[in-house]
């Protein structure tokens, strides 16, 4: 069983940054990828970036492709999302996600762990 924690999330103006971090419980969490998801009022869960079990490989949407970076630090169980020049469409609850499989995946359905979510809002 493993267990996801989020935190780092707030306010920010547009053009500002913030880093996600998703602590995670469990032995064997370095063997699972990894994802983030977001979910804005009213709109369905949407991918934005997933690592592999060793997060030298990468998957970003095309929407925050550049901007958003995804990183693991296995030692400390924690998986990062840095999220440069944010965006008033950036607003929503971000979600932490694992999947047993060490590869990466956009699809929700195939996560098997999730976190309870951190509220980012970014102003104009």
């Known amino acids: 069983q493993v267990q996801l924690v989020e935190s780092g999330g707030g306010l920010v103006q547009a053009g500002g940054s913030l880093r996600l971090s998703c602590a995670a419980s469990?032995?064997?969490?370095?063997?699972?990828?990894v994802g983030w998801f977001r979910q804005a009022p009213g709109k369905e869960r949407e991918f934005v970036a997933a690592?592999?079990?060793?997060?030298?490989?990468?998957l970003y949407a095309d929407s925050v492709k550049g901007r958003f970076t995804i990183s693991r630090d296995n030692a400390k169980n924690t998986v990062y999302l840095q999220m440069n020049s944010l965006e008033p469409e950036d607003t929503a609850a971000y979600y932490c996600?694992?999947?047993?499989?060490?590869?990466?995946?956009?699809?929700?359905?195939?996560?098997?762990?999730w976190g309870q979510g951190t509220q980012v809002t970014v102003s104009s």
């Open positions: 469990g032995r064997t969490f370095s063997s699972y990828a």
């Open positions: 690592a592999n079990w060793s997060g030298g490989s990468t």
């Open positions: 996600a694992a999947r047993r499989d060490g590869s990466i995946l956009s699809m929700s359905t195939l996560y098997h762990y």
